[in-house]
């Protein structure tokens, strides 16, 4: 079933001077979602950001948000129904949390006054900064002007909020309170767009990613959808004492592909059903299994997967520990060790 989009980027590409920051690149957000862009620094994230809100135009492609042109005359409207965080939002040091925000609404036409405030206490209990916002800003910590800056984005009631790099910086209690309150922004209506290179941050959060690399869109969809393309079939990973005496169910029926790295083989089966035969054939053989664990793909190997497909110069972090980051269909040709 189509999904409605509230953004839709379509084949953008953009320069800077000699310098192309964007190939190609395709994006769709659906509304009522979280959506988020992944990929190393210097992906384009940032820049197909600015492309959303109307501060760049394409050199080519179309970009279409609420159906309008950010980079039109209709670049207002658009933007008055996005809530933006930045990688590193600018926040007035001088001033206190309340000035802060009470200077971002009268930006946003909320005016002054006891409605203005109301909804000021409201955005800032929701991240938990209201007991701070009569203090300087300049005396926040990290965490803190966060906190503020992401308050300051749903003052207005956004429909699409665009966040860059939200957790930078923070400790890893504020990231994971800060990544449940993005996941609360969704069940009111709002869309979300993010920004992350950090694939863990994105696991369990994203509806839909992006994969980005050197300024285009390698693979977009639904995780659960774009891991089946990569691994096909169910595959489970037998970890025995002597790993030799795991080679005797390298050709046995419903095994599709084998491939054993010391103690542990990884087996792609055409069912799950198959595992209890497996283990049985190996326990009579006398072999001793210290594990049987199903493999289900993450996004970080997915993650890999498509960046191994592209043929990944290697120059950014390497493939997590125990995944291979190799589809399945790639592992059916290795054979066993």
């Known amino acids: 079933?189509?999904?409605?989009?509230?953004?839709?980027?379509?084949?953008?590409?953009?320069?800077?001077?000699?310098?192309?920051?964007?190939?190609?690149?395709?994006?769709?957000?659906?509304?009522g979602s979280i959506t988020v862009l992944l990929g190393p620094n210097g992906a384009g994230k940032t820049t197909a950001i600015r492309m959303i809100t109307g501060a760049l135009g394409p050199d080519e492609g179309t970009t279409r948000v609420f159906g309008l042109d950010p980079a039109s005359n209709d670049g207002e409207e658009v933007r008055s129904r996005c809530g933006i965080v930045s990688a590193k939002p600018s926040l007035y040091d001088r001033l206190s949390g309340w000035d802060n925000l009470r200077y971002a609404a009268e930006l946003y036409g909320l005016g002054r006054g006891a409605a203005a405030d109301k909804r000021i206490s409201e955005a800032s209990e929701i991240f938990g900064i209201d007991a701070a916002l009569d203090h300087e800003v300049g005396g926040y910590s990290t965490g803190m002007k966060t906190r503020l800056a992401l308050s300051r984005s749903i003052l207005h009631d956004p429909d699409l909020l665009l966040l860059d790099e939200p957790t930078s910086g923070l400790d890893p209690e504020s990231a994971v309170a800060v990544l449940d309150l993005i996941r609360d922004m969704t069940s009111g209506g709002r869309t979300v767009l993010m920004c992350t290179h950090l694939l863990l941050e994105a696991e369990g959060l994203a509806d839909d990613v992006v994969v980005m690399q050197h300024g285009t869109s390698l693979l977009s969809g639904q995780p659960d959808a774009l891991a089946k393309r990569y691994w096909p079939t169910p595959i489970v990973r037998i970890s025995a004492a002597e790993g030799s005496q795991l080679d005797q169910i390298a050709t046995a029926t419903g095994v599709e592909s084998y491939d054993r790295s010391e103690l542990t083989a990884s087996l792609e089966l055409d069912t799950l059903d198959r595992v209890p035969q497996l283990v049985a054939t190996l326990s009579n053989a006398g072999a001793q299994i210290t594990a049987v664990v199903p493999f289900n793909p993450t996004l970080e190997d997915l993650y890999f997967a498509v960046r191994r497909e592209q043929g990944s110069s290697g120059d950014e972090i390497p493939p997590p520990g125990g995944s291979t980051g190799r589809p399945a269909r790639e592992l059916s040709a290795t054979g066993g060790n």
Do not use: C, H, Y
């Open 1 to 31: 079933m189509d999904r409605e989009l509230v953004v839709n980027v379509a084949g953008v590409s953009r320069w800077f001077g000699d310098v192309q920051a964007l190939t190609n690149l395709s994006i769709e957000v659906p509304k």
